[in-house]
């Protein structure tokens, strides 16, 4: 079974800087996709990032940008230039795709509380 | 302009009743899925389905039952609620093996 480890209960940054939040994963397969979604105090859940295993290329979206390094299991999401809006519980979670056996389901992790403070 | 919708957004009700929670997708996707979020923010899939078809139904009591009328749609009836069983429930959905987009969450308060 896959298990997401997110190790930073919570967090806290300056408005402007940069944060980064950890996230490892344990897993036997060899294709799959990993995730960052946040939410904030709506309660909604955002999509932030996403990464597919095979592609060796990080991902980034705007101010947010993945170190996704696949041998060591590890996927950490890079906050540039922090926002008051960023202020969010971030989860990391995983997925395999179709054929994986999974049947699509998110494993998450714990979440990391994050901050951000003017 | 609502991709995953779901109502009730809130609902407080006695132990011992039956209740129902509805979501719905605009987005044309074939998969959706039934999440719950504890009070420690932990997210866990409990039910997932495929073109009106059941493929997932994780270890969840057989007091809560999904339906899927159609592709568009995946309601969650829960009888004799219990007290454990007060969370944030998320609908969610998505193409077959991407990425899951989630409704706004219905918190569950059972007294």
């Known amino acids: 079974a896959q298990t997401v480890t997110q190790s930073q209960p919570e967090m806290s940054v300056q408005e402007a800087e940069t944060v980064t939040l950890s996230c490892t994963y344990d897993t036997s397969e060899n294709n799959y996709y990993l995730f960052w979604y946040k939410q904030p105090p709506s309660r909604q859940m955002i999509l932030v990032i996403r990464q597919e295993a095979y592609k060796q290329q990080n991902a980034t979206e705007n101010r947010f940008s993945v170190n996704f390094q696949k041998a060591a299991k590890s996927f950490s999401l890079k906050i540039s230039d922090s926002q008051l809006g960023d202020t969010a519980m971030y989860f990391c979670a995983f997925m395999t795709p179709p054929g994986g056996g999974s049947n699509y389901k998110l494993t998450f992790g714990k979440g990391t509380l994050l901050t951000v403070n003017p | 302009d609502t991709a995953v919708s779901q109502t009730p957004k809130y609902l407080v009700t006695q132990m011992g009743n039956d209740k129902s929670i509805k979501c719905e997708q605009n987005l044309g996707h074939d998969t959706m899925y039934w999440y719950k979020q504890d009070s420690k923010k932990f997210l866990k899939i409990m039910f997932s389905y495929n073109n009106k078809e059941l493929i997932i139904n994780e270890t969840v009591p057989n007091r809560f039952s999904p339906k899927s009328p159609d592709k568009a749609h995946l309601n969650l009836h829960i009888n004799s609620l219990e007290l454990g069983d007060s969370a944030v429930y998320f609908c969610?959905?998505?193409?077959?093996?991407?990425?899951?987009?989630f409704g706004p969450g219905t918190r569950l308060t059972v007294l």
């Open positions: 969610a959905s998505s193409r077959p093996g991407d990425t899951q987009y």
